[in-house]
């Protein structure tokens, strides 16, 4: 009879140790660069599979027309703050994929700031407004090898654009849309 309560307990230990539930990371940084700009970034875990991903970059946009005497560039300063949650990591773990560096499917919400600290361009003396976005994003991270990343998403939100702090008559907000696609390295 003991043996059998023995081997019972054992096989329940295995059960339980196999029901757990995946992870992100405790903390993963790196960098990342896309057509349109620059970030450094950090993953902290809040949840076994939520992480408050914090980016520091430089946004980066190219502009143009009847204004203009030809073709502009700018790049400006970005602080981001994205809660995610990778709703698929014990799927992926369950099909033998890694989820190292938090590889995974995310649904987030991207809180982005750009200051009108500073305007690195082509053209001289320009000035960005001050802004807040909050867009709701749906994306995909993966690994290529142990530290190199890719990344894409998808999202559309609400941008509020603080006009009077740089000089014009109103305040405004707008619809807002995420498109990315990153490379990366992370360390």
């Known amino acids: 009879m003991r043996k059998i309560l023995l081997t019972l307990a054992f096989c329940g230990l ?3 140790a196999k029901s757990q ?3 992100v990371e405790e903390s993963t940084y790196g960098i990342q660069t896309g057509i349109l700009g620059v970030w450094g970034y950090n ?3 809040l949840l076994d599979q939520v992480a408050l991903r914090i980016e520091l970059g430089l946004d980066s946009g190219i502009f143009g027309g009847t204004f203009y005497d030809g073709v502009g560039f700018l790049m400006t300063p970005v602080i981001t703050l994205e809660p995610r949650w990778y709703y ?6 369950s099909k033998s994929k890694s989820i190292a560096g938090n590889s995974g499917n995310f649904v987030s919400l991207k809180i982005d700031y750009h200051p ?3 305007v690195i361009s082509n053209y001289s003396n320009l000035r960005v407004v001050n802004q807040i976005s909050l867009i709701p994003t749906w994306g995909i991270k993966r690994n290529i090898g142990n530290h190199f990343t890719y990344e894409a998403g ?3 939100g609400y941008r509020y654009n603080f006009a009077k702090s740089a000089g014009y008559s109103r305040n405004q907000g707008e619809a807002a849309a995420n498109l990315h696609a990153r490379v990366g390295y992370r360390f």
């Open 116 to 118: 009108d600290w500073f």
């Open 88 to 93: 698929n990591l014990d799927k992926r773990v």
């Open 14 to 16: 295995t059960f339980i």
């Open 43 to 45: 993953e902290a875990k």
């Open 154 to 156: 998808f999202g559309i």
């Open 21 to 23: 539930n995946q992870s």
